[in-house]
Nanobody
């Protein structure tokens, strides 16, 4: 069974940066689209960013556009979420998944992992 493993979260001050990593144990991300999502307390899980398998086609939620990017290293079978200029409203648990399309409302393919907590202090 494929297991998604997210890491890299932590506590950061407003304006700071973090880079999240995602690997899929038992699956490779090469030749598959990948996406990041987040869920804040009391809120639904929401889309953050998605990338095609090559990394050349990307889409971002309006709330993170210009601040986040979704680079990937297929040789390392890893998808990243580079988060810059972080704001308190970015505080959430962040999840990755394989997505079926590079859109801002993509269907996901795998079961969700544990996620990684990102907390941005004001």
């Amino acid at each position: 069974q494929v297991q998604l493993i997210e890491s890299g979260g932590g506590l950061v001050q407003t304006g700071g940066s973090l880079r999240l990593s995602c690997v899929a144990d038992g699956h490779t991300f090469d030749h598959t689209n990948a996406g990041w999502f987040r869920q804040a307390p009391g809120r639904e899980r929401e889309f953050v960013a998605a990338s095609d398998w090559s990394g050349t086609e990307t889409v971002y939620a309006d709330s993170v556009k210009g601040r986040f990017t979704i680079p990937r290293d297929n040789a390392k079978r890893t998808v990243y979420l580079q988060m810059n200029s972080l704001k308190p409203e970015d505080t959430a648990v962040y999840y990755c998944n394989v997505v079926l399309s590079v859109t801002n409302k993509p269907d996901t393919w795998l079961s969700w992992g544990q996620g990684t907590q990102v907390t941005v202090s004001s």
